[in-house]
């Protein structure tokens, strides 16, 4: 049982490059979380999908798109990146209702030069 | 932000200790969740304590809730020095399908 499988693990990218961080799970979760983790700054939501066909914008969806392609799949795609996006990106899925617990996985870390 | 807010930011003892770790947030819940980071992984759950529940207990972790103050306190008893990490407090607020994220608390323990 992988859980929430991220790819990839590491990423530098240029100024003004695009590039899509995946995120997979297979715990048949409907909802589906990206959040970036910033020193000092604890986790803020970037997007989520609440349920598969939905999404949402989270605290800071700035700079960012989403696109939930199924139940297990849920990307996140930088169209032109920049080095205040430097940070490192987790994806989180839980089976939303009613008392639930999120499962993450092991994280992106991506620098934005 | 509705973000939760972790106190203290960062705290250092000596194996055995205690670690008490608080939080304060600012809607209604539905539940509050505790999380544990080792560095530079994912986050793993450790408790959840729903809005009607006052404590919790999981082998050495207590939670306890005060809906009434929007506080939680996380309180790790006899720490090992595998409990070296970042711990975080997550509400899951009414009206929402989000959890938000306090800013987490640097917990060291020393053998």
């Known amino acids: 049982n992988a859980g929430v499988t991220q790819t990839p693990k590491f990423q530098v990218l240029k100024t003004g490059q695009s590039m899509t961080l995946q995120c997979a799970q297979d715990?048949?979760?409907?909802?589906m979380y990206w959040y970036r983790q910033d020193p000092g700054m604890g986790l803020r939501l970037i997007y989520y999908s609440a349920s598969e066909g939905t999404t949402d914008k989270g605290e800071v969806p700035n700079g960012y798109n989403v696109s939930r392609l199924n139940k297990r799949e849920f990307s996140l795609r930088l169209e032109s990146a920049a080095p205040s996006q430097t940070s490192v990106y987790f994806c989180?899925?839980?089976?939303?209702?009613?008392?639930?617990?999120?499962?993450f996985g092991q994280g992106t870390r991506l620098t934005v030069v | 932000s509705q973000q939760g807010e972790e106190d203290p930011q960062a705290l250092s003892i000596q194996e055995g200790e205690n670690a008490t770790m608080n939080c304060s947030y600012k809607t209604s819940i539905n539940n509050l969740q505790w999380y544990r980071q080792n560095s530079g992984r994912g986050l793993v759950h450790l408790i959840l304590i729903r809005s009607n529940e006052r404590e919790k207990h999981s082998g050495r972790l207590r939670v306890t809730l005060d809906t009434s103050k929007k506080s939680s306190s996380l309180l790790i008893t006899a720490s090992r020095a595998a409990d070296t990490a970042s711990y975080f407090c997550?509400?899951?607020?009414?009206?929402?399908?989000?959890?938000?994220f306090g800013k987490g608390t640097m917990l060291l323990v020393s053998p």
């Open positions: 997550a509400t899951d607020a009414m009206g929402y399908s989000t959890l938000t």
């Open positions: 715990m048949n979760h409907n909802s």
């Open positions: 989180a899925s839980r089976l939303y209702g009613t008392d639930t617990e999120a499962f």
